[in-house]
Structure formats: C-alpha cells, structure tokens
C-alpha cells in the first residue's frame, strides 16, 4: 500500500526551530515529487513548494521562499519541511503529498502534521 | 502568478446535480485536478487531468475543462458528499496552484 505517514503534531514557541518530516512506503521515493502544502485553521489549500527525492530539486511558491526550507533523505524516504524561526503565523496544519511528474495530480497524501505556534 | 477562482459554496438537494466551477486565464490549456476535503480530513484526489476518476472514487464525479472554466460535476449527490473541493493546476513555473475552494453544502 502506498502511504506517506508523516511526524506529529507539535507545540512550539515564537522563535524556535522545527523540522516535521514526511515518509514514503509502498512505491519508488525517489521517482515521485513530494509536495508540502499549507492549510490554515479554517482556510483553504495553500501550496508552499516541492521537492524531487532523487536528485533534490526543488521548487518554492514565492509566498514561502526563504520562510521555510524542504530536503529530503532518499536514504530512509523521508522528506522535510523546516523552520529555523517560527512565528504565531505558522500555526496550520501541513500536509505532505506525492506526484508523479510533469502536470500530474497529487495522488497520494499525509494525514497532515499539525504545528502550533503559542507564547 | 496563476489565479484560479472557485465559489465559496455551491447548495444542492440530495439528488440533484450539483457543478463547481474553477475559473483561469485559458485553462483549458491547462491539467486541471480536483480534491475532496471532509472535515478533520487530508484532501482526497476525486478527478485527475481534467477529467479521470482515480479507482474508488464514484462515477458520479465527472470533470470538464475548456476556455476559460473548468467545472467538477458530480451527479445523484448524497450526504456523504457535503465537504470542501479544491481544484488546481501546475503554472509555468512548475508551481502548484490552488482555488480557494467550494463549500458543497446537501440541503
């Protein structure tokens, strides 16, 4: 079965740092991209950006470049979406998910990670 | 950047046939997907390259895509249906795109 099982939730300060990870099973990790997308308390779908296992390219929304940084170890397939310094605004719930290539839909996702940013 | 704009609800009897719309410069040129989201739920991907249904999702769910619209169509609705739809595409850039979803509320 293929699946992406990703890290849990987490509770952070302003300020500190958190690296949430995604990981692949039931298919090729390094053939497929892995795409993180946003989804605020109530709002909608924002796409952040994504990565291609195999060689590590990766591609930014503008709205997220340098805000977050996403890697990826082919080694354990898993891939990652960092912070080095969250604010209150980062509070959402992340959702990792799969795509083939070229225009091809995101087929497969994550339950989502949710990440709280509170003093 | 691509924008894609989507009603922010659509209503509909059970029964009935209920069409979201997902509007975008020349679309039609465009891979369109769509996704399901219910409550406390990831997305689910329901139609792919316009208008492919994954295996699992009802024949129901059908998709269009031409000029300046794209349109999920889903048909007989039923309760179990009520969540949010996204549709997006890939831009020039190889940069994912979302609208901003439809409300599909069964009456």
């Known amino acids: 079965e293929v699946q992406l099982v990703q890290s849990g939730a987490e509770v952070k300060k302003p300020g500190e740092s958190l690296k949430i990870s995604c990981k692949g099973s039931g298919y090729s990790f390094i053939s497929h991209w892995i795409g993180w997308v946003r989804q605020k308390p109530g709002k909608g779908l924002e796409w952040m950006g994504i990565?291609?296992?195999?060689?590590?390219?990766?591609k930014y929304s503008p709205s997220f470049q340098g805000q977050v940084t996403i890697s990826a170890d082919k080694s354990i397939s898993t891939a990652y979406l960092q912070w080095s310094s969250l604010k209150a605004s980062d509070t959402a719930i992340y959702y990792c998910?799969?795509?083939?290539?070229?225009?091809?839909?995101?087929?497969?996702w994550g339950k989502g990670t949710t990440v709280t940013v509170s003093s | 950047s691509y924008v894609l704009t989507q009603p922010p609800s659509v209503s509909v009897a059970p029964g009935k046939t209920a069409r979201i719309t997902c509007g975008g410069n020349?679309?039609?040129?465009?891979?369109v997907h769509w996704y399901q989201q219910k409550p406390g739920q990831a997305p689910v991907l329901v139609i792919y390259?316009?208008?492919d249904r994954p295996s699992g999702i009802p024949e129901r769910f059908s998709g269009s895509n031409s000029g300046n619209t794209a349109t999920l169509t889903i048909s007989r609705v039923e309760g179990g249906d009520e969540a949010d739809y996204y549709c997006q595409v890939w831009d020039n850039s190889d940069h994912g795109v979302f609208g901003g979803g439809t409300k599909l509320t069964v009456l």
């Open positions: 990565i291609y296992p195999g060689d590590s390219d990766t």
């Open positions: 390259y316009n208008s």
């Open positions: 020349n679309i039609g040129s465009k891979s």
């Open positions: 998910a799969r795509r083939e290539g070229g225009p091809a839909a995101m087929d497969v």
